[in-house]
């Protein structure tokens, strides 16, 4: 019962301490205080809660189980990370922009790609990645070629639609005005095509950094070597083992975050002047 009422307490500290933040003028300090703040009241209440109603840790452990057998393994983890971020997600991640990249250009100087590729483009985006995973691993191993061919296929047409439409943002007018400069297609594309589309390309990233993450782990499930985050949750599942498999999914959460906060600063430096960064 202890565990409830502090439990009970905290939440209405927290729920306090963010209304009075809330109502202050908005600076970088209170919007990081405010979501810090709330987080660590839902840890708290999770932590109060599992413990008061003596929920069984295999069910569901409690904050500080998963923190102590974080700390416990934080070789296997690091082992598990490297397998699957640095090799399977981020070199699927770097060939598959190269890629869509490279398409996008492609697909907007011909545009009879255009009309032919990009619905092919919207059938294949909508294709289940528990359904492509077990092929790709069958063609390209268990090792993490397999994992970096699934991220490619998860994040290559995200980023290739966002791209065209991009290159498509500038108007007609600053096209023509371009024209009457006499510049070319090339120059017209790196002095104002390109920087008009930059919205959207980070846009199409920002959104391939969390595909790339669960496609890497999710193609792990079907065939891996005896390491990497998917195959540590699979077979931790089935030993009950559920403080490791959280463990990961601290993990995968904290590079996740990390993986689109980077790419959320890119964007503002590198995009400062449009209205989405003013504040």
């Known amino acids: 019962m202890m565990w409830l009422i502090a439990g009970a307490l905290i939440w209405a500290l ?7 933040l809330a ?16 987080g660590l009241t839902l840890v708290f209440i999770w932590e109060s809660v599992v413990w008061g109603l003596q ?3 295999v069910l569901l452990p409690a904050p500080s189980v998963i923190a102590a057998r974080f700390a416990a393994s934080t070789s296997i983890l690091w082992q598990d990370w490297v397998q699957t971020v640095v090799k399977g997600m981020m070199s699927g991640y770097i060939i598959g922009c190269i890629a869509a ?7 907007d100087r ?38 970096a061919a699934v991220v490619v296929v998860m994040i290559f047409f ?26 070319g297609y090339w120059k017209t594309l790196l002095k104002l095509r ?25 193609a792990e499930f079907f065939g891996s070597p005896i390491r990497g985050m998917g195959f540590r949750i699979s077979t931790s599942v089935g030993q009950l083992a559920l403080d490791l498999v959280w463990a990961e999914i601290v993990v995968a959460a904290i590079t996740g ?7 959320a600063l890119l964007e503002r430096k590198w995009t400062f002047w449009h209205p989405s960064q003013r504040n």
């Open 14 to 20: 927290g729920w306090f301490v963010n209304v009075r």
């Open 23 to 38: 109502a202050l003028p908005k600076s970088r300090t209170t919007s990081l205080l405010v979501p810090l703040i709330f």
């Open 55 to 57: 929920i069984q840790q």
């Open 101 to 107: 990249f490279g398409m996008a250009l492609a697909v």
């Open 110 to 147: 011909f545009p009879f790609l255009q009309r032919g590729l990009l619905p092919v483009g919207n059938f294949a985006a909508a294709l289940p990645v528990i359904g492509m995973a077990p092929i790709l691993v069958m063609w390209f191993g268990f090792d993490w070629h397999s994992k």
């Open 158 to 183: 995200p980023i290739l639609v966002n791209t065209v439409q991009g290159l498509q943002a500038s108007d007609a007018m600053q096209r023509d005005l371009m024209r009457t400069y006499a510049a």
């Open 194 to 218: 390109l920087p008009a589309a930059l919205p959207f390309i980070f846009n199409g990233l920002k959104i391939a950094t969390t595909l790339a993450l669960i496609g890497a782990i999710v």
């Open 257 to 263: 975050s990390a993986f689109y906060g980077a790419m």
